[in-house]
Every structure is written in structure tokens, then in C-alpha cells.
């Protein structure tokens, strides 16, 4: 079955960096569109980047152009979401995510908080 398990959460001061990473099985990876969502405390789930699986096009919210990259390893079925220049509103949970067959599959996320 579908499995993505996120890694990478901590507790980090502003202005720091964090790297994520969503071990992926359970499909075929190479040309899986993959992304990463994150969920702020009493907001709604939003989109933060992604990664097609041809070409590896990458698109990103607005709110983290320049500071995050995705990226992909289809030999190790993992992508990485760095992030860099965190800012307190960065805090969040964040979900590595992928749609198989018209299905959305979620990871369990991973806490992100940026506090002084």
C-alpha cells in the first residue's frame, strides 16, 4: 500500500533552516508528482511546493519563494523540502502528500515551529 512517512520536524529559531524528507513506498516514484502541504495552528491545510515526476518542474507558494526548495531522489523514493530563512509564521505541521489514480495519499506530518 501507499506509505509516506515524514521526517525532519524540530523546534528552530527565526532565521534558522530545517530539511524535511517523506520516505515514499507502496508505488512507482519516478514520475509521481510529490508535494508538501503544511497545516498552521488553527488554519486550513495549504499547498507550499511541489514536484512534478517529468522534468522534476517545481512550483512553490508564494509565502516561501526563495527560502524553501523541493526536491527528489528516485533512487532512494524520498523528497526533500529544504527550508531556509524560517520565519514564526513558518510554524506549522507539515504533510508530504501524492495522488495515485485519482486518490490522494497523506503522510502523518511532522511539526515545524519557529519560536525565539
Known amino acids: 500500500q501507499v506509505q509516506l512517512v515524514e521526517s525532519g520536524g524540530d523546534l528552530v529559531q527565526p532565521g534558522g533552516s530545517l530539511t524535511l524528507s517523506c520516505a515514499a513506498s507502496g508505488f512507482t516514484f519516478r514520475g509521481a508528482g510529490m508535494n508538501w502541504y503544511r497545516q498552521p495552528p488553527g488554519k486550513e491545510r495549504e499547498l507550499v511546493a511541489r514536484?512534478?515526476?517529468?522534468?522534476?518542474?517545481?512550483n512553490y507558494a508564494d509565502s516561501v519563494k526563495g527560502r524553501f526548495t523541493i526536491s527528489r531522489d528516485n533512487v532512494k523514493n524520498t523528497v526533500t523540502l529544504q527550508m531556509n530563512s524560517l520565519k514564526l509564521e513558518d510554524t506549522a505541521v507539515y504533510y508530504c502528500n501524492t495522488r495515485i489514480a485519482g486518490r490522494g495519499y497523506w503522510g502523518q506530518g511532522t511539526q515545524v515551529t519557529v519560536s525565539l
Open positions: 514536484i512534478f515526476g517529468t522534468w522534476n518542474t517545481t
